[in-house]
T-cell receptor, first 111, second 117 residues
């Protein structure tokens, strides 16, 4: 079993749709959680950290369920520019030197 | 541009040759990470430095791989006797750890895409 698992997609949605990505992790000692976005042939860029209480940044909402070892990302009112691969990232240590990346979920937003 | 930079951006080499990649982190960042990413996968951790000290190496980092960060600024990653399986994107990331920072965030460079023929 992989340490961080994501549905690879692809998710093909129309503009304006709401889309949700899920991620599960195997290490119950994991300390911090992130979503990164990666455009085709580009580097990953931090989208948002994920906090225990859940957090929102504009159209993006992240949730964490420690009991189920599950992370989610919700994108509302999808834009064409949201098309990318979304990487779930889990760190099992306090000092962030054990980042484990999921394989990513690919999203395509169509006009 | 004050982000992480990597050179070269692309490298094509023949099997058995040695290659060296360079990473220049964000100037005030004390940590520097190397990752490898293959198609359809997320980045995999290779090694990291805090200042000039190499603190951890992944089991993925065979003895053909060596990384240095001699002055605690830029870093190099060398692959000796390259194999076709080494073909991948090599990503560098840097971060500021400690110094009152609540949560360490890694910022990635554009990567070096290696193709071993």
């Amino acid at each position: 079993r992989k340490e961080v698992e994501q549905d690879p997609g692809p998710f093909n949605v129309p503009e304006g749709a709401t889309v949700a990505f899920n991620c599960t992790y195997s290490n119950s000692a994991s300390q911090s959680f992130f979503w990164y976005r990666q455009d085709c042939r580009k580097e990953p860029k931090l989208l948002m950290s994920v906090y225990s209480s859940g957090n929102e940044d504009g159209r993006f909402t992240a949730q964490l369920n420690r009991a189920s070892q599950y992370i989610s990302l919700l994108i509302r009112d999808s834009k064409l520019s949201d098309s990318a691969t979304y990487l779930c990232v889990v760190n099992s240590r306090y000092n962030n030197n054990d980042m484990r990346f999921g394989a990513g979920t690919r999203l395509t937003v169509k006009p | 541009d004050t982000g992480v930079s990597q050179n070269p951006r692309h490298k094509i080499t023949k099997r058995g040759q040695n290659v060296t990649f360079r990473c220049d982190p964000i100037s005030e960042h004390n940590r520097l990470y190397w990752y490898r990413q293959t198609l359809g996968q997320g980045p995999e951790f290779l090694t990291y430095f805090q200042n000039e000290a190499q603190l951890e190496k992944s089991r993925l980092l065979s003895d053909r791989f060596s990384a240095e960060r001699p002055k605690g600024s830029f870093s190099t990653l060398e692959i000796q006797r390259t194999e076709q399986g080494d073909s991948a994107m090599y990503l560098c990331a840097s971060s500021l750890f400690g110094h009152g920072v609540a949560q360490e965030t890694q910022y990635f460079g554009p990567g070096t895409r290696l193709l071993v023929l």
